[in-house]
């Protein structure tokens, strides 16, 4: 059974930067043949797709996002991180960071092409 733990997150200023990081274990195969993923999901609304990275290293990222923050994954280490920098209010939600054993596919910002979850982390970005 694989497991996504995470660490990071926290409270900061607009502007502000903040790093989480996802640490799997008890996958099989290679770890660099997941799929990987962080989504976010904001009081009252639905969990949304923020940023996805390949096994190749090919990312992609929800448009209010992109230019602020950067996944990447390091395969020697089973880890996965999201550097957020230049953070806004509307950044404030639960961060889940997400695994399936296979490439990216075209649904790749959908939560149901994901088999395994982090346990969330918090960030809270004050005005």
């Known amino acids: 059974q694989v497991h996504l733990e995470q660490s990071g997150g926290g409270s900061v200023q607009a502007g502000g930067s903040l790093r989480l990081s996802c640490t799997a274990s008890?996958?099989?195969?290679?770890?660099?043949?997941?799929?990987l993923g962080w989504f976010r999901q904001a009081p009252g609304k639905q969990r949304e797709g923020v940023a996805t990275i390949d096994g190749d290293g090919s990312t992609m990222y929800e448009n209010s996002v992109k230019g602020r923050f950067t996944i990447s994954r390091d395969n020697a280490k089973n880890e996965m991180y999201l550097q957020m920098s230049s953070l806004k209010p509307e950044d404030t939600a639960m961060y889940y960071c997400a695994a399936v054993g296979a490439l990216c596919t075209w649904g790749r910002f959908r939560q149901q092409e994901y088999s395994y979850w982090g346990q969330g982390t918090q960030v809270t970005v004050s005005s």
């Open positions: 008890g996958y099989t195969g290679s770890y660099s043949n997941y799929c």
